[in-house]
């Protein structure tokens, strides 16, 4: 695997950027390709460190761009596909863009994978498509849990991991499918709730919670992910979905702000509810065991080390997030209207 060329789709993007500066780190010999539309959520400061490697290259463009895709992929061994629309809001309030970048722009992929036989595609979704656990059950989603998408972002991503099982049934395209709980940590955009949080908090605001907080969120450290990742493309079984979750346990998004709230040395009460999102599901949580008995992964990080990381670098690099968050001040406050938080 070290000596094989990767295309990593949406590297520009959160987690994206983080498994392609881990993996160069781990596999120097490897050679990556970087494909990117750059939409909002794309930063390429991010992987400036890596920029003029002789076995890295970025190339900005839309994974629905059958020319350019199939252009790319003829000189392709791997493809780890994270391109992909994931703001549960933006996709209450536009759905469009995510059907079209989820569901047709994975199918783009797997057209050009399989004309030139790709050896390998691992398509990174959510657990999202299982839709919502009740508060208070002990149930955990596994490999064999039913879907059962609740927004448009999770159905677009249900319908992309569907496309993906059909390439592999019905043309033996060797696939892989990882379904991921929240990530956090480094790089992330200042959208999603903790780095929201804490940039909040560095900037004198308070922060805005849904509802009552009491949703729960399954929490997994970005830098686990990209191990998990890796197991799975150097000794994952083709045509199999391996769910990836943290070291959480049940915390809920009141609990989650709180324990930020006292990493910072701030009062407890530096938060306001807001209105609740729709169809807001109400309880994650991941049963990981079968990639930890199959691969021998666990994550490492527990959420309370993990987000003192994620906080000291964010307080060392607001050079990184202030730009993201002034050029997109409106939507902050369009979406939060009538908060005191934004």
Known sequence: MSTQTL????????????????????????RVINLDLLT????????????SLPNYTFVQGDIGNTELVNKIMAD??????????????????NPDI??????????????????????????ISTDEVFGSLELGSTKKFTEKTGYDPRSPYSASKAASDH??????????????????????????????????AITNLMAGRRIPVYGDGLNVRDWLYVQDHCRAIELILTT?????????GGLSHDVSNLELIKTILRLMNHAETEFDFVTDRPGHDQRYAVDWSYIHQSLG???????????????D???????????????????????????KSI
């Open 297 to 311: 992964w666990s994550p490492t990080v527990s959420l309370e080390e993990g987000l003192q990381r994620t906080i």
């Open 313 to 339: 670098w964010y307080l060392a690099h607001p050079d990184w997030w202030q730009p993201l968050k002034t050029k997109n001040q409106a939507y902050f406050e369009s979406h939060y209207a009538g908060s």
């Open 236 to 244: 994952g079984q083709e045509h199999q979905t391996y769910l990836i």
């Open 163 to 196: 496309l993906v099982r059909a390439y592999g049934e019905t043309y033996g395209l060797p696939y892989t499918i990882s379904n991921c709980s929240n990530n956090y940590g480094e790089y992330q955009f200042p959208e999603k709730i903790i780095p929201l």
């Open 7 to 30: 295309l990593v789709t949406g590297g520009a993007g959160f987690i994206g950027a983080n498994f392609i500066l881990y993996w160069l780190a781990n596999h120097p010999d490897s």
């Open 76 to 93: 392709v061994d791997t493809v780890v596909h994270f391109a992909a629309e994931t703001h549960v809001d933006r996709s209450i309030k």
């Open 98 to 123: 995510f059907l079209t970048t989820n569901i047709l722009g994975t199918h783009t992929l797997l057209k050009a994978a399989l004309k030139h036989h790709v050896k390998r595609f691992h398509h």
């Open 40 to 51: 909002y959520a794309g930063n390429l400061e991010t992987l400036h460190q890596i920029e």
